[in-house]
């Protein structure tokens, strides 16, 4: 057993043990915590994989705006922080039937798959040369651009919206003397 | 023993590496004891070095305010902070009623364990280096927000309405102030031509980042003083206003835990911007003698601690309004801008041919004037405005 694969095991364990927590956590503070657990735990998943790019803005964006931004909401939310009470719906049978049926359907398609035995993948191109080649292939036009520009004008338009829920509501001076 | 005194970080690394070979392991286990070796002694290093950052920060604070400071405990009251900490330890560790404990009890952890891991990615000197990763500015921005985390988790859990106003303080603080943060943060990064922290230093061979945009640095030293939420950001534990803010329902070892990670996140934004900007363990004979790259380092980080102190001694604290307002109105917009500005500057003095620091200093110039121009505008706005609002309330007086 090398190293990596020690660490590799630990982590899977630990985030899915974090996973597990989040749907089975009573409380709503406590279930954003676990998330932020399994969300370190896929980072970790993705510096073992050599893609330390893609490690590093999972923790920006997961960890530091999106599960910065649930908590948020759910402090704005009174009555959250102490539970809600009965967290398992009544047709729990239902959704475990479902999701054994998915996994069952992923392994038999995963194990159908050539076996490459446990090593890391080997990348053909070093890392600052990968994240040059990302970088263009964002704005290369035969590439990345279209679905780059496309998400900048989303995010836009979320904050256009944002602060048009958010702006006061002013009164006028005129109705105020009345 | 030569090459201790030109190199004794990599010699005393080969030194562990040949001892731990020479016990038997194996290769990958002998690196892998030496970094959790390198993790322990960096992370140690930094906390015990925070003893002497809070008596420092005590004493200049006192002479600025034209008193002593602490001078009983120790030669100079060097031992203030031990005495501090032992009171601290031995504290009863209170935890209030109907405090979620599972975030009351990580938050303090994560405001450490954020400021601690910035210290993996800074150079102190040429071979001294937690990890050359080649994303370290990234590593800075994304570690860093992990401490948000943290002061929001303490001000939610702590069920107490002075440690929410807080925590809503905190979100709008430190959260706003990433953003100009970051944005200053990727100048170096352009300039270098790489986010590595160690190519950055490299690349100020003869210039330092400082000179080629003060504006970027200017933005970035504000930014991470509000990140840090020191005076005058310090609105995150107003004793004046809401009676210490996030921290109000912790006692003992965990509120030492809080002040810990704010004096110490105060000395690693300014060992950030001499690496950055003014290029962190340059110095004559760096290359040669890693030694002295260290003190170089040491030196400037001081120097930009002791303005960061500076600071905390004159200015007033910010209001919250006007907090937002100038990071949105003005910061965020001059560091895009500022951005844009490198980019272009950048691509000018390439293709050009234009000596690349005039051309950089061009920019910025055009980049302050026009930030000037714009905040004049802005104040003549608000002044007429104002003295509008004050001509109709006259009106209405003799009239109503």
Known sequence: MTILQIIFLLTAFLTLLAALRVVTSPSMVHAALWLILALAGV???????????????????YIDAIAIMIIIVVMLTRGAVRGQGHTVS???????????VMLTGLLVMLLQAPVRGALPPTLPLDQEAFLERLGQALVDVNQYILPFEVASVLLVAAMVGAIIVAWPLFVRRGEEER | MD???IDPFSFIGSQLAAWLTGLGLAENWVSLILQLVGALALGTAVLILTFLLIWAERKIVARIQDRLGPNRVGPYGIFQTVADLLKLVTKELITPEGADLLPYNLAPLLAVMSVVG?????PMAPTLLGADIHVGVLYIVSVGSIGTLGILLAGLSSNNKYALLGAFRTVALMISYAVPMALALLVPVLLA?????????LAQKGLPFLLLAPVAALIFFVSSIAEVGRAPFDLLEAESEIVAGFHIEYSGLKFGMFFVAEFLHAFTISALTAVLFMGGWRGPWAEQYTALGFLYFLVKTSLVYFVVIWIRGSFPRIRIDQMNALNWKLITPVALAGLVVTAVAEKVALELGAPRLLTHLAGNALLIFAAAAGLGAYARAARRRSELLAKASKAEAPAG
């Open chain 1, 43 to 61: 980072a970790v998943v993705f510096i073992l994989l050599n893609a330390t790019f893609l490690a590093v803005v999972q923790v920006a964006v």
């Open chain 1, 90 to 100: 009544k047709t729990w049978w239902a959704a475990a039937l479902s999701a054994l």
């Open chain 2, 3 to 5: 090459s201790f005194w």
């Open chain 2, 118 to 122: 910035l210290w993996a990615v800074i």
């Open chain 2, 193 to 201: 031509g790489s986010m590595s922290m160690q190519e950055i230093v």
